[in-house]
């Protein structure tokens, strides 16, 4: 089994949008994001990216465009030499009561099953409460950022009560904290 860094998408990776990013065009990446990716890209974990894209259900996008704006990406983030692995987006509308909407762990536990990852040492990477919520559910070390909705979030994170969150300024603050603590991982767990 190998760890991943599992990484929420808009508000992680590039700008969250008031009415969805619904196209390569409105992919506005974050500040530093490229740096952090190549970073991870030299490490042993596995980069999955796990985003709720209610957008689909909502009638909003296909999942087509979905997927085109996937595979550019990921086909810059390779070009600036980072690495993406996989992809999982929930279509569902939040009232579908589906699995897999954060803050449900389905796409998490769906990608330990397909990459054979080891959840217990992996990290999951968000701007949402709801993302530290799946990450807990599943025993995923969750890391909450700044940007995005995130400084507007921190509030429902204590409210919520959620302990054992690690909270940084950014995507770059976030690995740059994870491969350090990286050599502490055997004793810590
Ligand atoms: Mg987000
Ligand atoms: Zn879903």
Known sequence: MQPAIFLDRDGVINENRANYVRTWEQVVFLPGVFDALRELAGSGYVVVVVTNQSAIGRGIMTAEALDDIHDRITHRVTQEGGRVDAIYAC???????????????????????????????????????????????????????????????????????LDGVMVTEDLGEAVAWILDDQPDLASRR
């Open 91 to 161: 279509p569902h509308r939040p009232d579908g009561g589906c699995d897999c909407r954060k803050p449900q762990p389905g796409m998490l536990l769906q990608a330990a099953a397909d990459l054979d990852i080891d959840l217990a040492s992996s990290y999951l990477v968000g701007d949402a409460v709801t993302d530290m919520e799946a990450a807990l559910a599943v025993g995923v070390l969750p890391v909450m950022v700044r940007t995005g909705r995130g400084i507007a979030q921190l509030a429902n994170l204590e409210a919520k009560g």
